[in-house]
């Protein structure tokens, strides 16, 4: 295998996207992404996700390989139990916020002038961006979960320890550019739900809620196995 630097960084790259294609994370960001009604929204707490892995990764990674420093299978199994039981919580909370009652109308129909229209979708980006510290911190419980599994396979393949180091910032870079994309299409039917019966959004909400329940009940079994 070609083991020159752009080849480890073009491939680093490269499994930063396929990792964010995992079931836990497609199960964690299609709950999160499921009580917003945009695709823009979506992508922006999916990148918020991304950027919390990408940091836990970067500093267990500096840590592990400026202070050789080792991640116990207690610590990684806690993690691991910690991650499988957001998951589950992510799940009800979907379910337990299930839309009922009539369709909801757009604010400024034929009343609202469109500065206040203006007005109130900065208001609602305001808040996303606030809100992003949820997304923020489950990316960085996902990436410290992941990452003992991820350090025994950089340090045993890498030539040096600054390559190392480079690779799993751009393995971060990689996992961010996949969250993005794919909490956009996860966003998809939500945003095509609005404005449509009150049954469409329910039953597109439901699917994203129980398959966070299922996943992380199916990694609590994985770990008592």
Do not use: N
């Not at 992508?43 to 918020?48: K, P, R």
């Not at 404005?195 to 329910?202: F, L, N």
């Amino acid at each position: 295998m070609d083991t020159s630097l752009p080849a480890i960084l073009v491939l680093g790259f490269l499994l930063g996207i396929r990792h964010a294609m995992d079931a836990d994370h497609v199960a964690a960001v299609s709950a999160i992404v499921s009580q917003h009604r945009s695709v823009l929204r979506s992508c922006m707490l999916g990148t918020f996700w991304g950027i919390g892995h990408t940091l836990a990764l970067f500093a267990a990674g500096v840590a592990l390989i400026s202070f050789k420093l080792t991640i116990s299978p207690g610590v990684e199994r806690a993690l691991e139990t910690t991650t499988a039981c957001v998951l589950i919580i992510l799940g009800v909370h979907v379910l337990l916020k299930l839309p009922v009652g009539s369709v909801h109308l757009h604010a400024d129909a034929g009343i609202a002038s469109h500065r206040h229209h203006l007005h109130t979708r900065v208001a609602r980006y305001h808040r996303l961006v606030v809100r992003g510290w949820r997304p923020l911190l489950l990316g960085v419980l996902h990436g410290l979960a992941g990452s003992a599994a991820l350090m025994l396979l950089v340090l045993g393949s890498m030539p040096s320890s600054a390559t190392a180091i480079l690779y799993i910032a751009v393995f971060g870079v990689g996992s961010i550019v996949g969250m993005l994309v794919l909490s956009g299409v996860i966003g998809i039917p939500f945003a095509l739900a609005v404005g449509r019966s009150t049954t469409a959004q329910a039953v597109v909400q439901s699917v994203a809620g129980t398959a966070s329940v299922i996943v992380g009940v199916i990694l609590l079994w994985r770990l008592a196995a």
